[in-house]
């Protein structure tokens, strides 16, 4: 940014969002994962803003709550008199040589560099006003120009002419200016208007009046000046937001099956020759390395995953470490605390918890493994259960190298199974065992001549 003035930024947050029908104050919806208001304070802090105001009224402490991780200033707004009232509040804890930038926080997409093209043009102690071109103006002011294409005015839509209506350029309400100055034009504002409130567009008029130059900066995108009104809104901007992401990550590199169908509410971190199937879930922080192929219909949540490993479709893997070459799925789940090491195999329907596995163990099906630390080249047949939990405390269980875990087996925790142990299919196994030795635990087989199966009486 060519300004070199301290920023302030000031948030209106004070909507109550009647329209989205909820409980939730309307700047703690949700896009991407994270409440609206807090897109746009990310902004503001990656603009190197001294401090940040944030004007709210319905809902405060939730807001206040949501957003208490922040270094903000709250001020409330009592009254609901209008955008300058709401601005008014702000000002007292502004110093006058500060630079002023008015964001809202139901307008989550602006991006950072739409906002230093905006503060850019306040060069020359000029007042900047975000504005756009839109083919269907309808709802917002219009910016009126005079011959030289020099600001005037801004009319509202309730008190605009057909002349004004006709203009299809916008206000959208973002705005920087030096804080002297809108103290000054704040003081002047009345509620003369067709809506009885205090409208912060009159101080365009104002500077006019005062000689000062009203610069414009205009948006890359429509959807960076778009609100949060109802929830078909909120799900417009979700789509926008994230094909936004999906073409970042495309352009880095990354392989989407369709960029339509993908959403990341959090970080990506990717190598080279990484792809990515429909439907697929990036949740927290999440790391990719060179290779990695996911599969569709994968939740993937604050997880690490090492080079050329594959994760078929259908599974969710959370707070997890995947080394390389690894073979996960379909339908496998890896839960808190699972670390895998390089070419282990996690098959369908197993599920992983709280777990260390080392390398080239398999786990191919239909098994549960918890607070388990197990060795190397491990092969866990079908059915398998780490009984860990006995209703109040979790026991580990561990298992050397080379193990061979016959199917239907369970493993009664605490428990070690030496290396090289090979335990047949259907034992239930209490005791350590003994390294290079066969484990069986079966009752005798039994078959009974004779025996008549029970059948249903008929009715009569």
Not at 115 to 133: G, H, M, P, Q, Y
Not at 253 to 258: E, P
Not at 437 to 447: H, I
């Amino acid at each position: 940014m060519s300004v070199d003035l301290p920023l302030s930024v000031v948030v209106l947050a004070a909507g109550q969002g009647t329209r989205m029908k909820s409980t939730l104050p309307k700047v703690l919806h949700r896009v991407a994962g994270r409440p609206l208001v807090e897109h746009v304070i990310t902004d503001a802090l990656e603009l190197g803003a001294a401090d940040i105001h944030i004007v709210f009224g319905h809902g405060g402490k939730q807001v206040q709550k949501a957003l208490s991780t922040y270094d903000l200033n709250w001020v409330e707004q009592t009254e609901r008199l209008g955008t300058g009232h709401a601005v008014e509040q702000a000002l007292p804890a502004i110093p006058d040589d500060h630079l002023v930038l008015l964001l809202y926080g139901d307008v989550p997409l602006v991006t950072v560099h739409t906002l230093e093209r905006l503060i850019d043009a306040t060069a020359s102690n000029a007042l900047a006003l975000l504005t756009a071109k839109l083919p269907d103006p309808t709802g917002y002011g219009r910016i009126v120009r005079d011959e030289a294409e020099k600001v005037q005015c801004i009319v509202e839509q309730k008190d605009a002419s057909a002349a004004h209506l006709a203009i299809d350029e916008i206000n959208t309400g973002m705005l920087a200016v030096k804080a002297d100055m809108l103290k000054k034009w704040i003081a002047r504002l009345d509620n003369n208007n067709a809506q009885g409130e205090y409208y912060l567009t009159d101080i365009v008029g104002f500077a006019v009046e005062d000689g000062i130059v009203i610069n414009t900066a205009n948006p890359d995108e429509i959807c960076e000046i778009e609100g949060v009104n109802n929830k078909r809104q909120l799900a417009e901007l979700e789509r926008a937001f994230q094909l936004r992401q999906a073409r970042q990550l495309m352009d880095d590199g990354l392989t989407l099956r369709d960029p339509a169908r993908f959403d990341l509410r959090g970080e990506l971190v990717i190598g080279r020759d990484v792809e990515i199937d429909i439907n697929v879930l990036v949740e927290g922080r999440v790391e990719l390395a060179d290779g990695v192929l996911v599969g569709p219909n994968v939740v993937l949540k604050n997880v690490s995953i090492g080079a050329g490993t594959q994760v078929h479709a259908n599974c969710v893997l959370e707070e997890s470490v995947v080394g390389a070459q690894c073979d996960i799925g379909p339908f496998a789940r890896l839960r808190p605390q699972t670390n895998l090491a390089n070419k282990v195999k996690v098959g369908n329907f197993v599920e992983i918890k709280k777990s260390d596995i080392a390398n080239g163990s398999k786990i191919n099906h239909l098994s549960y493994v918890g607070d388990t630390t197990m060795g190397a080249d491990v092969n866990v047949g079908a059915g398998t259960i780490t009984c860990n939990y006995d209703g109040a405390n979790k026991y580990q269980t561990i298992i050397g190298d080379d193990v061979f875990i016959g199917s239907g087996t369970q493993l009664i925790a605490p428990v070690v199974v030496a290396d090289g142990t090979t335990i047949g299919a259907g034992s239930t196994v209490t005791r350590d065992t003994l390294a290079g030795t066969l484990t069986l635990s079966r009752a005798e087989q039994v078959s009974v001549e004779g025996w008549k199966r029970p059948r249903k009486t008929e009715k009569r």
